[in-house]
């Protein structure tokens, strides 16, 4: 039986498609940018890059090989983004340690990031129904004996931006638990300057960009240390990946427009937006 898939036909002619002409500007940083722009293709959008954050290796590493050289006595790692689980490995890989003493941890990595977490150590333990941190608290919460448990989350160090509350609300909310919690800063986020953004934030003041994309709330406060005002991004249609991004931008007086219910891959992100055209152009 034929059933028909998903995934978009590449030779479909691009004005049939629901992002056909729509400029739609990634502030993800370039690690994400390019997997999400990918998916905008596919929908027959137009990405144009303007990452706002980037994230790097680290400058200090005493407090993640202090936590990497006694791995063993964690009883979790929980890992709350792909970064984390790639400098995470990186960085034990540049000191020689075994990738099996990680096995007698249980490991925890959202949505898609599992898959990137299996690739490094050949498992995964837990992989919260919902795609956020609050979904991560309420599957250990169910867990029996998980108090007085030690966790170790890697976490982003932040520099130049307020720290988002993603990651302290965790803390706090695993606390409460009675879990022992240690936080790693494991990799930095940062922002971008913006002068390197002339062209792009041009287009955007003339409205020539149709949504800005935001997939973390770093982004949208680096975002928004890029602009003069409101007035710069009026005219753009605000798209945010997941309700937690949404909610912080609306904290942050950001209107925001698309949420993509979907928020465990950046598929479901490009498609949201698909879909928000596809309803405006038939309500028309």
Same mark, same amino acid.
């Given at each position: 039986?034929?059933?028909?898939?998903?995934?978009?036909?590449?030779?479909?002619?691009?004005?049939?498609?629901?992002?056909?002409?729509?400029?739609?500007?990634?502030?993800?940083?370039?690690?994400?940018?390019?997997? &999400?722009?990918?998916?905008?293709?596919?929908? $027959?959008?137009?990405?144009?890059?303007? @990452? #706002?954050?980037? !994230?790097?290796? +680290?400058?200090?590493?005493?407090?993640?090989?202090?936590?990497?050289?006694?791995?063993?006595?964690?009883?979790?790692?929980?890992?709350?983004?792909?970064?984390?689980?790639?400098?995470?490995?990186?960085?034990?890989?540049?000191?020689?340690?075994?990738?099996?003493?990680?096995?007698?941890?249980?490991?925890?990595?959202?949505?898609?990031?599992?898959?990137?977490?299996?690739?490094?150590?050949?498992?995964?333990?837990?992989?919260?129904?919902?795609?956020?941190?609050?979904?991560?608290?309420?599957?250990?919460?169910?867990?029996?004996?998980?108090?007085?448990?030690?966790?170790?989350?890697?976490?982003?160090?932040?520099?130049?931006?307020?720290?988002?509350?993603?990651?302290?609300? &965790?803390?706090?909310?695993?606390?409460?638990? $009675?879990?022992?919690?240690?936080?790693? @800063? #494991?990799?930095? !986020?940062?922002? +971008?300057?913006?002068?390197?953004?002339?062209?792009?934030?041009?287009?955007?003041?003339?409205?020539?960009?149709?949504?800005?994309?935001?997939?973390?709330?770093?982004?949208?406060?680096?975002?928004?240390?890029?602009?003069?005002?409101?007035?710069?991004?009026?005219?753009?249609?605000?798209?945010?990946?997941?309700?937690?991004?949404?909610?912080?931008?609306?904290?942050?007086?950001?209107?925001?427009?698309?949420?993509?219910?979907?928020?465990?891959?950046?598929?479901?992100?490009?498609?949201?937006?698909?879909?928000?055209?596809?309803?405006?152009?038939?309500?028309?």
């Amino acid at each position: 039986m034929h059933t028909e898939s998903r995934e978009i036909n590449l030779l479909t002619p691009s004005r049939n498609l629901p992002l056909y002409g729509k400029r739609i500007l990634v502030t993800a940083p370039r690690n994400y940018a390019y997997r &999400l722009s990918e998916q905008i293709i596919k929908q $027959g959008g137009l990405p144009v890059l303007m @990452p #706002t954050i980037e !994230t790097c290796y +680290l400058s200090n590493y005493t407090k993640l090989d202090a936590a990497l050289n006694h791995i063993g006595e964690f009883d979790w790692i929980i890992f709350t983004s792909r970064n984390g689980i790639t400098a995470f490995f990186q960085r034990m890989n540049d000191l020689d340690i075994p990738v099996s003493v990680v096995q007698k941890c249980h490991l925890c990595a959202l949505g898609e990031d599992a898959e990137s977490l299996s690739s490094f150590c050949g498992k995964v333990d837990l992989i919260p129904t919902e795609s956020s941190p609050a979904g991560i608290v309420a599957e250990l919460a169910k867990l029996l004996e998980i108090h007085d448990k030690k966790v170790l989350i890697p976490a982003p160090e932040v520099v130049g931006l307020p720290e988002p509350d993603v990651v302290p609300n &965790l803390i706090t909310d695993l606390r409460e638990l $009675g879990i022992k919690v240690t936080p790693v @800063p #494991t990799y930095i !986020t940062q922002g +971008l300057d913006k002068n390197i953004y002339s062209i792009e934030l041009n287009l955007m003041r003339q409205g020539m960009i149709d949504v800005i994309a935001f997939s973390s709330t770093a982004e949208v406060e680096s975002f928004l240390t890029m602009v003069n005002s409101q007035s710069d991004y009026e005219r753009c249609i605000i798209a945010c990946f997941g309700p937690y991004t949404t909610a912080n931008a609306q904290k942050l007086g950001v209107d925001v427009s698309i949420v993509s219910k979907d928020y465990s891959s950046f598929e479901g992100f490009a498609e949201a937006i698909a879909t928000f055209f596809t309803l405006t152009s038939s309500s028309h």
